[in-house]
């Protein structure tokens, strides 16, 4: 008996204390949904470049992104612009729903290099 009391005394003098308390991660801050929204093309600021090497001046190129971000659509109009240096084409599409869009492109490297620049 003395030694069952004896052992039951060093199990327990040998037992570590409770780990602490687990801290509680904080929930991550508040997104609004418009910060989440991409706004690639939507702009100049935007833009999507053009590849230096994009043949027939990156038409194929703008046709394949507007194709993979939107799915189908009809080019609608468009126009090529400058501004602080930079050169843009911007391309109005319409989607099958109606909507009716226009996305920037940043020609500049694609033009330089057409024109032997």
Known sequence: MKRALALLMFVCACTSAPPPPAVKPQPPASVSS??????????????????ADAPDGGVKFE????????GRFRRRGGG???????????VQIELPN????A????I??????SAGQ
Not at 80 to 90: F, P
């Open 108 to 113: 500049t490297d694609n033009w330089n290099k």
């Open 98 to 101: 109606g909507d009716q869009k």
């Open 63 to 70: 046709n394949d992104w507007i194709y993979d971000r939107y």
């Open 34 to 51: 418009a910060a989440l929204e991409d706004h690639a093309g939507d702009s100049t600021d935007t833009a999507i470049a053009i590849p």
């Open 80 to 90: 090529t612009g400058v501004l602080s240096g930079r050169r843009y084409n911007v």
């Open 103 to 106: 996305v920037y492109f940043d």
